[in-house]
């Protein structure tokens, strides 16, 4: 609910300038889980979708919304122990201002995360023994 409650408190200001912009940074778990991220995975496919309805109710506006995603950007808080693939922290926002400048709604910043999203539209048992193969989780 705290996106949601940013969201709504910028709206107004957005709406009186008649354009603006509004990235969520989501991650690759909004469209799948692994053993520990249960909880971590379903509020970021819950803020996904919030993200999607939002676009919807602030383009009238002139409201730009845009949803980032990315798997894990090399930062030491983010990979303590953690040896599976990760995009140089420093891209992610570079990538996301072309997005904004592209016109972008949803910008997919890693190899990972592109990986992920293709293979969501096979067989979920399969996407699931590729993750743990791939990334080296279960």
Known sequence: MGTLGVIRAFAPVLATDGRGDIVNALFALSWFATAGTGAYAA??????????????ELAPQGTHVQSVLFGVAATDLATDGYTGPMIDAREVPRRTFDGLASGAIVLVVDETTAWVKQALAGDRAELYTQITDKLGVS
Do not use: E, P, Q
Request: net charge positive.
């Open 43 to 56: 509020a970021k496919s819950a803020t996904w979708n919030m993200t999607n309805g939002v676009r919807l």
